[in-house]
């Protein structure tokens, strides 16, 4: 509580602005989930063979997992020095990683359709939504369904960072009376720190927003879900439909926060991940990429204009 009260003393205007803008994006977001919720249209089942389930899954965690990883390390070793790597290059190692793995899962979506699932899975009549997988996505995306799944996700992300700073307390009070072992450190990911570190007029921080704004949002979406998720869901197919979709969201969820590997946004990346799998099945993946383009843009704008209040 002292750290909390320490960090409120120094906020100024832009900070207090975060927090606004902030909460009432989130308190939309409610209205917006209710919306969400009182949409017609119901989720068709998986007919995709078992092949390709495994084939999507595993291309999916391949792409995000090793060739992302492997492609960023040789990129970096190009920008070493004596004193290592040079870290005004870091992101430029990261972006081409994720240029890599997202042309790989491009191209295996190419060499087999049925591995990278473009389409929404909502059952319509619209005429528009005929046609290639691709075509769908692209019909089905728009401004204002882009809108409604980000003010969506503010208020799922707040809700699950207040559970998560609450558990972390509760833990934290827990652990100073001897009942329980201490908490993993509530800490802001890497990539927090990096960005705060960085000056905007400089070519690092122009290579963190290409690689935070469009090479990770279109990469993850691309591995988790148009392929980890719908691979999943395929493999369950053969139990009934209704668990084995909750079931595949469930896990591409704690997926997608793991490979985060952030303790203290654990909780609010497993919602994330969870919800984008609706967005997937409700307007494809093409949308759920402006989402997640758009979440991380909004961010990454108030880690620079409200440094205090961003990170609490």
Same mark, same amino acid.
């Given at each position: 509580?002292?750290?909390?009260?320490?960090?409120?003393?120094?906020?100024?205007?832009?900070?207090?602005? %975060?927090?606004?803008?902030?909460?009432?994006?989130?308190?939309?977001?409610?209205?917006?989930?209710?919306?969400?919720?009182?949409?017609?249209?119901?989720?068709?089942?998986?007919?995709?063979?078992?092949?390709?389930?495994?084939?999507?899954?595993?291309?999916?965690?391949?792409?995000?997992?090793?060739?992302?990883?492997?492609?960023?390390?040789?990129?970096?070793?190009?920008?070493?020095?004596?004193?290592?790597?040079?870290?005004?290059?870091?992101?430029?190692?990261?972006?081409?990683?994720?240029?890599?793995?997202?042309?790989?899962?491009?191209?295996?979506?190419?060499?087999?359709?049925?591995?990278?699932?473009?389409?929404?899975?909502?059952?319509?009549?619209?005429?528009?939504?005929?046609?290639?997988?691709?075509?769908?996505?692209?019909?089905?995306?728009?401004?204002?369904?882009?809108?409604?799944?980000?003010?969506?996700?503010?208020?799922?992300?707040?809700?699950?960072?207040?559970?998560?700073?609450?558990?972390?307390?509760?833990?934290?009070?827990?652990?100073?009376?001897?009942?329980?072992?201490?908490?993993?450190?509530?800490?802001?990911?890497?990539?927090?720190?990096?960005?705060?570190?960085?000056?905007?007029?400089?070519?690092?921080?122009?290579?963190?927003?290409?690689?935070?704004?469009?090479?990770?949002?279109?990469?993850?979406?691309?591995?988790?879900?148009?392929?980890?998720?719908?691979?999943?869901?395929?493999?369950?197919?053969?139990?009934?439909?209704?668990?084995?979709?909750?079931?595949?969201?469930?896990?591409?969820?704690?997926?997608?926060?793991?490979?985060?590997?952030?303790?203290?946004?654990?909780?609010?990346?497993?919602?994330?991940?969870?919800?984008? %799998?609706?967005?997937?099945?409700?307007?494809?993946?093409?949308? %759920?990429?402006?989402?997640?383009?758009?979440?991380?843009?909004?961010?990454?704008?108030?880690?620079?204009?409200?440094?205090?209040?961003?990170?609490?």
């Amino acid at each position: 509580m002292d750290e909390f009260a320490q960090s409120l003393e120094a906020f100024g205007p832009w900070d207090w602005a %975060c927090v606004v803008a902030n909460l009432l994006s989130a308190f939309l977001g409610i209205f917006a989930l209710k919306c969400w919720r009182n949409l017609p249209g119901k989720v068709t089942g998986a007919t995709n063979s078992v092949s390709d389930a495994v084939l999507s899954l595993c291309t999916g965690l391949l792409a995000f997992g090793i060739i992302f990883g492997v492609v960023t390390g040789i990129v970096s070793q190009a920008f070493s020095t004596h004193f290592g790597i040079s870290q005004a290059h870091v992101f430029t190692a990261a972006f081409c990683g994720q240029l890599t793995a997202t042309c790989a899962m491009l191209g295996m979506g190419a060499v087999a359709p049925r591995t990278l699932d473009w389409a929404p899975s909502v059952e319509t009549d619209d005429p528009k939504m005929a046609g290639s997988a691709f075509r769908q996505a692209l019909h089905g995306f728009s401004v204002p369904r882009v809108l409604l799944g980000l003010l969506s996700i503010f208020a799922l992300g707040l809700a699950a960072t207040l559970v998560w700073k609450g558990f972390h307390v509760a833990w934290e009070q827990l652990a100073l009376r001897g009942w329980a072992g201490q908490p993993p450190a509530d800490e802001p990911q890497d990539i927090v720190d990096a960005v705060l570190k960085t000056d905007v007029d400089t070519w690092r921080f122009f290579t963190i927003t290409l690689a935070v704004t469009i090479g990770a949002p279109i990469m993850e979406e691309l591995a988790f879900r148009g392929m980890v998720y719908p691979g999943l869901r395929r493999l369950g197919a053969a139990a009934s439909e209704g668990p084995a979709r909750w079931i595949a969201i469930i896990l591409t969820g704690a997926l997608f926060s793991a490979a985060h590997q952030s303790p203290s946004a654990a909780l609010p990346l497993f919602a994330f991940g969870a919800f984008m %799998c609706l967005v997937r099945d409700r307007y494809g993946l093409l949308t %759920c990429m402006a989402v997640h383009c758009s979440f991380n843009a909004w961010n990454l704008l108030w880690l620079k204009l409200a440094p205090n209040a961003s990170t609490l």
